[in-house]
């Protein structure tokens, strides 16, 4: 089976939100916030302690901007500049054969230690932080697609 596939930056950044936002540690901090939203709201109400509001504005506001500014250098940054080439894989029995303009690399299936649907995506882990990422779109049988990965890559 040989699937083409490019990411763009905006494939790429919609893709790291839905895997972020899938982490147990943004599960909890959005826990924590909201825990600081109603303790916020209880001193306001009970105290007349505006401090904490804005305290709390300028929590949400720099986690907007450190938020924005990861996204964009993870996407504009030279170590992720090979994720948006164009590349081609060949999903052999033994092999996966990835060719981008750069050259080719011969991955055997048990390099890839899970695989995952995310954002429209088939991700291919290689390690827990690093992947390649196939567009739904590009996939002509996703459901063949599916049953090869399942029968290849081992998922913990």
Known sequence: MIIDSTMTKKDY???NVSIALKSVAIRIFFALLFIWLIFAYLLVALANNYLILIIWFIFVVFFVVFYWFS???FTNSKENSKFFLP???EFNDN????TTPHGKEELNWDTFVKWRFIAGKY????SSH??????????KDQK???ILLNEKVKNP
């Open 87 to 89: 590349m081609q894989f």
């Open 144 to 146: 063949e697609f599916e």
């Open 13 to 15: 950044a919609k893709l």
């Open 71 to 73: 996204i964009n250098h």
């Open 130 to 139: 690093t992947f390649f990422a196939i567009k739904s779109s590009n996939v």
């Open 95 to 98: 092999v996966v054969l990835v």
């Open 123 to 126: 991700v291919l882990y290689v």
